[in-house]
């Protein structure tokens, strides 16, 4: 069964850093574009990042840029979201997502249940 | 930035059928994603790469593209089909990802 299984979420102040992690099962994680997507209380869902099979492109929604950065660890089945200058705004459900096989990301067909960060003082 | 636009609301009763659209400039040459949501669950693609239907999604769901718009159609429309629906797609880049603001589906 493919399987995608986030973690890393909770409570941080503004200004901090937390680490969200993404284990995956049931498919050949090195094969797939994978992605971060989040969706605040009550609100849309808001595409995040994404990063290529083998890490070496990787795309971020303007609104994180210079404070998030996407990895992964082919061998470990592993996809990672390291959030830092964490503001209120960032308050969200984040989704890990599984993107394609193909050199260009497209759109998901997997996604994990999710985790909640919670940016406040 | 980019966006795409869809209704903010589409409501039918059952046996209906419900069409919800989704406009942006770049649809033309990216394909269109369309994700269910129901409260509490993660997404579910329903319909992949403008018109293709995902094993396991039922035959009533479909997709269609014309210009700079793209149709999520849901034919005899069931209670169960009561959900958000996200349209996901690309800049004219192909680079940076965007969803729909959503359409809040009611089953009357």
């Known amino acids: 069964e493919v399987q995608l299984v986030e973690s890393g979420g909770g409570l941080v102040q503004p200004g901090g850093s937390l680490r969200l992690s993404c284990a995956a099962s049931g498919f050949t994680f090195s094969s797939y574009w994978m992605t971060w997507v989040r969706q605040a209380p009550g609100k849309g869902l808001e595409w995040v990042a994404n990063?290529?099979?083998?890490?070496?492109?990787?795309y971020f929604v303007d609104s994180v840029k210079g404070r998030f950065t996407i990895s992964r660890d082919n061998a470990k089945n592993s996809l990672y979201l390291q959030m830092s200058r964490l503001r209120a705004e960032d308050t969200a459900l984040y989704f890990c997502?599984?993107?394609?096989?193909?050199?260009?990301?497209?759109?998901?067909?997997?996604w994990g249940q999710g985790t909640t960060v919670t940016v406040s003082s | 930035s980019y966006e795409l636009t869809q209704p903010p609301s589409v409501s039918v009763s059952p046996g209906q059928t419900a069409r919800i659209t989704c406009s942006g400039d770049a649809l033309a040459k990216q394909y269109t994603y369309w994700y269910q949501q129901k409260p509490g669950q993660a997404p579910v693609v329903v319909i992949i790469k403008d018109n293709e239907r995902p094993s396991g999604i039922p035959e009533r769901f479909s997709g269609s593209s014309s210009g700079t718009t793209v149709t999520l159609t849901i034919s005899g429309v069931q209670a169960e089909d009561e959900a958000d629906y996200y349209c996901?797609?690309?800049?004219?880049?192909?680079?940076?990802?965007?969803f729909g603001g959503g359409t809040k589906l009611t089953v009357l």
């Open positions: 997502a599984r993107g394609g096989s193909g050199w260009k990301f497209y759109g998901t067909d997997v």
């Open positions: 996901q797609s690309a800049d004219t880049s192909g680079t940076y990802v965007v």
């Open positions: 990063i290529q099979q083998d890490g070496s492109e990787k």
